[in-house]
C-alpha cells in the first residue's frame, strides 16, 4: 500500500521549462517594473542621442574656443575668444546675412506656393486625387539630392531646355534683363542667386507641403460651417479662422525649409558664385584652410540662428503641427 502510494504521480503541476517559459517570466518581469521597461526602451536612443549627437555638438562648440597659430599652422587647444574676434568681421558678416536671407526668401516663397497645394488636397480633392497629389510631392524625394541638383544645373544652364523655351516665346531678352540686375544676377540662371532660389525651392517645397496639409486636416469643418451662418464672407473665415489655425503649421515647415537652407552647401557649390555662404565657408575652412576653429565657430552661428527661430516657433505653437 505505501509502496503504490510512493509510486503515483503527484498532484504538484509539472513546471514546464523552456523558451517559452522564460519568455512569460520575462514578460511578467517587465510587467511588474515599469521603469525598468521604459529604460530598456529609451535607453538605446538616448544613449546614442545624448553620446553620439550631442556630444558631436558640444566638441563642435569647444573647438571653437580653440584657435589656430598662424606661424605653425597648428591649433592650439587653450579656450580663447580669439577665433570669434576672427569670425566677426564685414566679410564673414555678410555671408551670414547672404545665407540667413536666402533662407528666408525660400520660406516664404515655399509657403506660397505650397499653401493653395495643401488647401486644395486638405479640402476639395478626392481620395484618389489626393493619393496622386501625394505621389507627384513625395516622388522627388525618392530620387537622389545630388541627382536633383545637377539636373536643375543642366536645366538653368545657358544651353538648357528653360534657356530654349524661354527663346522660343521670344523671351530671351527679358531673361538678360532678369540675369543683369546686380544681385540676383548672373552669366545664367545655372549661377546665378535666382537660380539658386529656384533650386532651393524645388528641394525643399515637400516639407512645407505635408506640414500645412496636416494642419488643414484638423480643421474642424463645424467652425468654417459655424463662420458661414455667423454671416461671415468665405474671405473673412479663411482670414479669421482658418488662417490662424493652420498658422502653426505653416510655421512648423517653415522650421524644415529654414534649416535646410542655412546649412545646406551642395546647391551653393553647384548653382553660386564667388559669393559664400555658410555652408561653403565651413567647407573651404575645413577642407582647404583646415582651419577647423574657425570653421566650428561658422556652424556655431546658423546654430545659434535655429535655436532663436525654434524658441519663436514653440511660441507660435509650431511642435502642435509636427
Known amino acids: 500500500m505505501t509502496e503504490a502510494i510512493s509510486q503515483a504521480p503527484s498532484s504538484q503541476p509539472v513546471r514546464p521549462v523552456g523558451p517559452a517559459s522564460l519568455g512569460r517570466r520575462l514578460s511578467t518581469l517587465l510587467y511588474l517594473r515599469p521603469r525598468l ?12 542621442l545624448v553620446v553620439v549627437y550631442q ?3 558640444l566638441a563642435l562648440v569647444l573647438q571653437s ?21 576672427d569670425l566677426l568681421t564685414s566679410a564673414n558678416m555678410e555671408i551670414f546675412a547672404r545665407t540667413a536671407g536666402m533662407a528666408a526668401a525660400v520660406t516664404l516663397a515655399a509657403a506660397l506656393l505650397a499653401f493653395p497645394l495643401a488647401y486644395y488636397m486638405a ?17 522627388p524625394l525618392w530620387s537622389s539630392y545630388l541627382v536633383r541638383v545637377y539636373a536643375w544645373k543642366l536645366i538653368l544652364a545657358k544651353e538648357g531646355i528653360l534657356h530654349w523655351f524661354l527663346a522660343q516665346l521670344h523671351l530671351e531678352s527679358l531673361l ?3 540675369l543683369g540686375l546686380p544681385v540676383i544676377g548672373g552669366p545664367s540662371l545655372s549661377v546665378s542667386f535666382l537660380g539658386m532660389f529656384l533650386v532651393f ?13 496636416a494642419a488643414l486636416e484638423r480643421v474642424p469643418r463645424s467652425l468654417l460651417e459655424a463662420s458661414g451662418d455667423l454671416g461671415a464672407h468665405p474671405g473673412e473665415t479663411f482670414r479669421h479662422v482658418t488662417l490662424p489655425l493652420v498658422f502653426p503649421g505653416v510655421v512648423a515647415g517653415s522650421i524644415f525649409t529654414f534649416s ?4 545646406d552647401f551642395v546647391v551653393p557649390y553647384s548653382l553660386g558664385n564667388s559669393s559664400y555662404f555658410i555652408g561653403q565657408a565651413v567647407l573651404s575652412l575645413q577642407g582647404t584652410a583646415w ?32
Open 291 to 322: 582651419n577647423i576653429p574657425l570653421a566650428a565657430a561658422f556652424t556655431v552661428v546658423p546654430m545659434l540662428i535655429m535655436a532663436f527661430y525654434l524658441v519663436g516657433a514653440r511660441r507660435l505653437g509650431a511642435f502642435d503641427a509636427l
Open 176 to 178: 538678360n534683363a532678369i
Open 123 to 139: 479640402r476639395y480633392a478626392s481620395a484618389r486625387v489626393k493619393a496622386a497629389l501625394y505621389l507627384a510631392v513625395l516622388l
Open 65 to 85: 574656443f580653440f584657435h589656430l597659430d598662424s606661424f605653425t599652422g597648428q591649433v592650439v587647444r587653450r579656450l580663447t575668444l580669439e577665433t570669434y574676434r
Open 55 to 57: 556630444g558631436a555638438l
Open 37 to 48: 521597461t521604459l529604460a530598456l526602451l529609451l535607453g538605446p536612443p538616448l544613449l546614442w
Open 260 to 263: 535646410l537652407t542655412l546649412g
Open 201 to 213: 525651392v524645388y528641394v525643399w517645397l515637400p516639407y512645407m507641403v505635408l506640414p500645412i496639409q
